[in-house]
């Protein structure tokens, strides 16, 4: 209800009703590498997390290396990335 009426305090050309509210969390790992690859126990699952603010500066580069590991069950970024394999 407050956020409706400061949005239309402040900017009356929006529409104050909230349609979807969320929080974001950053994921970090210990070794602030992002976890990138198939789970071990299902390796049908691939995880793609742990990039905490360098996500989308590697968006592009993680989604290719994930078609390519969906589509080929291979990817040369899994392979020569500095990143941690799941589990």
Known sequence: VELGRAVARF???????????????????????????????????????????KGFKYAPAVGQAVAEFVTRGDSDLLREAPVELPG
Not at 32 to 44: E, F, K, N, Q, S
Request: glycine share 6%; hydrophobic share 45%.
């Open 11 to 53: 900017l009356p050309a929006l529409d104050p009703d909230v349609v979807r509210a969320g929080a974001y969390p950053d994921y970090f790992t210990a070794s602030t590498m992002p976890v990138l690859g198939p789970l071990p126990a299902h390796p049908r699952v691939v995880v793609a997390t742990g990039f905490s603010d």
